[in-house]
């Protein structure tokens, strides 16, 4: 099995364990992200609040929609990234000792070609997956109506709230939702600034990579071995959180390009492209509106990734270990 695999592998079932224990965020962080009305912005709930009364008002099911089309997307992402990741990476790593041996560099690869390889590497997984998150943000977005039932023995003052969904919202409602609206190309709404985020992951590998790097030098200059887990859980959410402060407004775009568009009403809801986006928010909400939900998002993508690292290390080396021959015999001697 080559190393590009096992990375893809390895990174698809981090990002599948991330998601599943991070996902509630991810939903209350979509809402607020694509949340247009004024009047439910003056009461500012937290993050807390926000899911409690999700839960309250649609129930508990509601923080998991779009689940499994999240976790499909996830795992292709993640398998995508890492193994284009690690191809690229080993063509750098070639590169950079054929420099060596003409008497430039020290042979490792810089910052510069980290940078580029995360951001290839981005660029193919943003083309390849982007229509599943178009439905992921739909489904996660998608809201039942509260209204007051009515009921003719019951006073005004104490009329019953009841959620009132239409039949089902399924992944297959949503796909045929967005072609009907946009046709093939709706599928890849949001693709031009989820390619300029690729900075994102392309800022959080080099860091990842760069403090990975000194942090080793460092445990061998003590004589320890690799790095624990902790220490890669540490590493990456330090390095998913630079990434994400930066980068913050792209995702908020993104999320209002891919959520349902008002087709009639208020026209500041509706959105025909990415420009017109960012000048209708800068109009109507200013800067504020580019950072709706950050602090979820913060939290959210910090412990994804630092969940993420760990367990793709650690499956990582329990594969490399497993496909060694000390490995292989271990196991096979072991007592039943």
């Not at 129930?59 to 398998?79: D, H, I």
């Not at 020290?106 to 599943?132: E, H, Q, R, W, Y």
């Not at 190309?185 to 800022?203: A, D, E, Q, R």
């Not at 580019?290 to 969940?307: D, E, N, P, R, W």
């Amino acid at each position: 099995m080559s190393d590009a695999l096992i990375n893809g592998l390895a990174g698809a079932g981090g990002g599948i364990i991330a998601q599943l224990i991070t996902y509630p965020l991810q939903t209350v962080n979509a809402r607020q992200q694509t949340e247009r009305d004024l009047k439910k912005e003056r009461r500012k709930l937290g993050t807390v609040e926000q899911m409690y009364q999700v839960v309250k008002q649609e129930g508990w099911e509601r923080l998991y929609g779009g689940l499994m089309p999240s976790l499909v997307g996830t795992a292709a992402s993640q398998g995508v990234y890492y193994y284009f990741y690690q191809i690229f990476r080993k063509k750098a790593e070639v590169a950079a000792l054929e420099r060596r041996k003409n008497g430039m560099g020290d042979g490792t690869v810089g910052m510069f070609s980290s940078l580029v390889v995360a951001a290839l590497s981005g660029c193919i997984n943003v083309l390849l997956t982007n229509p599943i998150w178009v439905v992921v943000t739909r489904m996660q977005t998608h809201t039942k109506i509260s209204k007051k039932s009515e009921l003719d023995t019951v006073a005004p003052d104490d009329a019953i709230l009841a959620a009132v969904e239409p039949p089902p919202y399924g992944t297959g409602h949503v796909i045929q939702e967005v072609y009907d609206e946009a046709g093939f190309w709706g599928f890849w709404k949001g693709v031009f600034p989820t390619l300029i985020m690729v900075s994102n992951p392309s800022l959080q590998f080099m860091l990842y990579e760069n403090m990975l790097k000194k942090l080793n030098k460092r445990r061998a200059l003590k004589g320890k071995s690799v790095p624990t887990a902790l220490e890669i859980f540490l590493l990456g959410a330090l390095a998913k959180l630079g990434a994400t402060v930066v980068t913050y407004p792209l995702l908020v775009v993104k999320a209002r390009l891919q959520a349902k568009q008002a087709t009639t009403g208020d026209k500041r809801h509706h959105y025909r492209g990415t420009s017109d986006a960012i000048l209708k928010m800068i109009r109507y909400e200013g800067l504020y509106g580019f950072y709706k939900g950050m602090s979820t998002k913060i939290v959210q993508s910090v412990l994804a990734a630092a969940v993420l690292f760990m367990v793709k290390e650690e499956l990582v080396r329990g594969a490399r270990f497993l496909l060694a021959g000390d490995g292989v015999d271990a196991l096979r001697s072991k007592p039943p």
